[in-house]
């Protein structure tokens, strides 16, 4: 059985919801709850979720915060740094769906806290 056959999901993608409240910087700061919802709802309406397909999930802080608001797609550890509904709609359609990395939201790999 090849690795992939044996997770359960085919992909994850986790968003950052990280909320600070000492007035650093902070993935909640720039939408990234909406873009967790965005992301939810566009993957429904597309059918992706559920087991040996998609999984969306919130995470807290993944210490890339230079780069945020940040999301990350495993298998594969593509890292996003997105901006608009747009960009969570193209991730969905391209990685999610099609398997294909959207190269433009790339966060770059210095990036760190
Ligand atoms: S606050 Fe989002 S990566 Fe750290």
Redesign the pocket.
Known sequence: MSENRSSYYERHIFF?L?Q?DNGEN??AQHKAQAAFDRCKSQSKALGLLGPGKVRVNKAG?????AG???AVVYPEAVWYSYVDEQDIDEIVQSHLRDGVVVERLRTPPEVG?
Do not use: V
């Open positions: 950052c990280n600070r902070c993935c802080c993944l210490d890339r915060c945020g608001p940040i806290r």
